[in-house]
């Protein structure tokens, strides 16, 4: 860590200077304007005007990558930020048919983007999202929201061998997606430019590395709905060879699923401590329904038993990153004073 002295420059004026290599990198010279922006516990942030534009652009050179690895660059570049992206072949080279749809399949994945510009030899791509439109709370709540919906549906059609409804379900998943996506951008963008920290509705970044977290929870939350509704429109009759009794027991154990997925989150958004710990309390009374439901099923199938496991095992799952989730919350919680802790 670099120190710096602070000087007086008048009665009531201190001054210390910038680093010259920082200087540098930013084009920040003499005359320049920078923002400042004065953070919890001492920290004090200065950036310059290029940060706070945000029309950074990226180029892929697509002519040595296969279409699969195209379509990555562009959701990675996505990610991290950029306002515009540009696909390019090589020089006297055009872009392959595979290129061209791997463009295309990533715009239909990512929120916001959209084909702007496009030639034999090179596709431009550019974002419109605006990082003010959006909480990272609120996404939080939709991603959470849309698995249960999710979730509800491939039980649904399990209990009703509703093929329908399995489908579905599976159609959510790139939505899912899309939103598990939207917010990594804005993470990302976040972290790269504190000024838009209080935009996304958060006090300051010390939350980012959690969010970061639970956000890949409850993505994974949505691959175990999908799981669930692959069951659902694979297996015989699209239903679990169970009884009635069975399936609505597995139907109330996904509501206490339901339950605790839901409360995990609402936990981190609130920084609620007492929820968390409701959370674990919840957790801790359906911990073993995988197991009783499984030790009460008569002589069947394996095939059959195996169905009704993954699909028990898919909701455990489920379960557990609801409690990751509220532990994340707990560390957001208890990093400010409360009833529960004084922080000196």
């Not at 942030?45 to 534009?53: F, I």
């Not at 003010?132 to 959470?144: A, I, P, Q, S, V």
């Not at 006090?203 to 799981?227: H, V």
């Amino acid at each position: 860590m670099e120190t710096r002295k602070v000087q007086r420059l008048g009665p009531s004026t201190l001054a210390m200077t910038l680093p010259a290599e920082w200087a540098k990198a930013y084009d920040v010279e003499k005359g320049d304007e920078v923002s400042i922006r004065i953070g919890e516990k001492g920290m004090l942030t200065v950036m310059p005007e290029s940060v706070q534009q945000e029309e950074s652009e990226a180029i892929i050179f697509a002519s040595d990558l296969d279409a699969d690895a195209v379509e990555r660059a562009i959701v990675a570049q996505y990610v991290l930020g950029r306002r515009v992206i540009h696909v390019q072949a090589d020089e006297d080279e055009t872009l392959s048919s595979e290129h061209i749809n791997a463009v295309y399949n990533a715009e239909t994945q990512l929120m916001g983007l959209g084909v702007i510009e496009e030639t034999p030899e090179r596709i431009a791509i550019r974002c419109s999202v605006d990082p003010e439109d959006f909480t990272l709370d609120n996404l939080l709540e939709r991603l959470e929201s849309t698995g249960q919906t999710m979730r509800n549906e491939a039980i649904r059609a399990l209990a009703h061998g509703n093929p329908d409804l399995a489908q579905r379900a599976l159609n959510r998943e790139r939505q899912a997606n899309k939103i598990f996506v939207l917010l990594l951008r804005l993470i990302f963008t976040s972290y790269q430019n504190p000024n838009l920290t209080s935009a996304l509705g958060l006090e300051d970044g010390f939350g980012l590395i959690g969010y970061r977290s639970i956000a890949k929870n409850l993505e994974l939350t949505a691959d175990n709905a999908e799981d669930i509704a692959e069951i659902a429109l694979n297996a015989e009759g699209h239903t679990l060879e169970v009884d009635d009794a069975t399936m609505r027991e597995i139907r109330e154990y996904t509501d206490r699923v339901n339950e605790i997925t839901k409360k995990g989150v609402e936990a981190a958004v609130n920084r609620d401590y007492d929820i968390a710990i409701e959370v674990r309390r919840l957790f801790a009374e359906i911990n073993d329904r995988e197991r009783e439901i499984l030790d009460q099923l008569p002589e069947m199938d394996n095939a059959d038993l195996l169905q009704v496991r993954e699909v028990l095992v898919s909701l455990g799952q489920t379960a557990q990153y609801a409690v990751r989730n509220a532990e994340i919350a707990t560390n957001l919680a208890l990093n400010s004073e409360s009833e529960h802790t004084t922080i000196k």
